[in-house]
């Protein structure tokens, strides 16, 4: 689930610019600025989870499911 059930606090990112220059920012499109919000919400911005594998005992890989991904096709802020 995205965010997780119970979540009291979720990261936002997003980015901006001030005097012409373009800053990553910890908050979403309500921060004066905001040139991208990466889809507004948790779902959009951190997208599907993503499967890992982790060794086991067994010499066999173990899948777990503990990160989001979502690529992005480019820098939305190149310095």
Do not use: K
Request: a negative charge.
């Amino acid at each position: 689930m995205n965010p997780p059930v119970g979540a009291t606090f979720y990261p936002f990112y997003s980015t901006g610019t001030i005097a012409g220059h373009c800053y990553w920012r910890l908050g979403g499109d309500h921060i004066p600025g905001t040139t991208n919000d990466f889809g507004g919400n948790s779902a959009a911005e951190f997208g599907p989870l993503l499967s890992l594998a982790y060794p086991a005992s067994n010499g066999q890989p173990t899948f777990r499911f503990n990160d989001f991904r979502n690529v992005i096709s480019s820098n939305p802020c190149p310095a």
